[in-house]
Nanobody
Framework: QVHLVESGGGLVQAGGSLKLSCAASGSIFGIPLMGWYRQAPGKQRELVATITNNGDTNYGDSVKGRFTISKDNRKYTVDLQMNSLKPEDTAVYYC?????????WGQGTQVTVSS
C-alpha cells in the first residue's frame, strides 16, 4: 500500500553529520505518522524520531539535540539530519509509516560511525 525507500546512509567519523532521506509512494490515508527507527546487531529496534502530518515531532532521548526530523509534503519525503554522531549511533535505520489500520517499513539503510 505504501512503499518506503531510504537513502543517505554510509560511513562517517564520530562528531560528523549525515542526512537520511525517505521517499514514500502509494496510498496515503488520513493523518499518517512517519519517522525513523534504528536497530543495531543484537539489539531491539528503537525509536529515533517521528513526525506527524502536521509537523509535530518526537525524539528518542538518546538523539535529542543532535538529530532533526523534517518532511516535505509536496515531495512525500521525510528526512533525518544527524549531527554530532557517535559510534553508538551505528545501526540500520528504517523509515516508518503508520496510518489507521496500516503500518509500513522501509528496507533500511546502514549508518556506521567510526571512532
Amino acid at each position: 500500500q505504501v512503499h518506503l525507500v531510504e537513502s543517505g546512509g554510509g560511513l562517517v567519523q564520530a562528531g560528523g553529520s549525515l542526512k537520511l532521506s525517505c521517499a514514500a509512494s502509494g496510498s496515503i490515508f488520513g493523518i499518517p505518522l512517519m519517522g525513523w527507527y534504528r536497530q543495531a546487531p543484537g539489539k531491539q529496534r528503537e525509536l529515533v524520531a517521528t513526525i506527524t502530518n502536521n509537523g509535530d515531532t518526537n525524539y528518542g532521548d538518546s538523539v535529542k539535540g543532535r538529530f532533526t526530523i523534517s518532511k516535505d509534503n509536496r515531495k512525500y519525503t521525510v528526512d533525518l539530519q544527524m549531527n554530532s554522531l557517535k559510534p553508538e549511533d551505528t545501526a540500520v535505520y528504517y523509515c516508518y509509516y503508520s496510518a489507521p489500520g496500516f503500518t509500513s517499513w522501509g528496507q533500511g539503510t546502514q549508518v556506521t560511525v567510526s571512532s
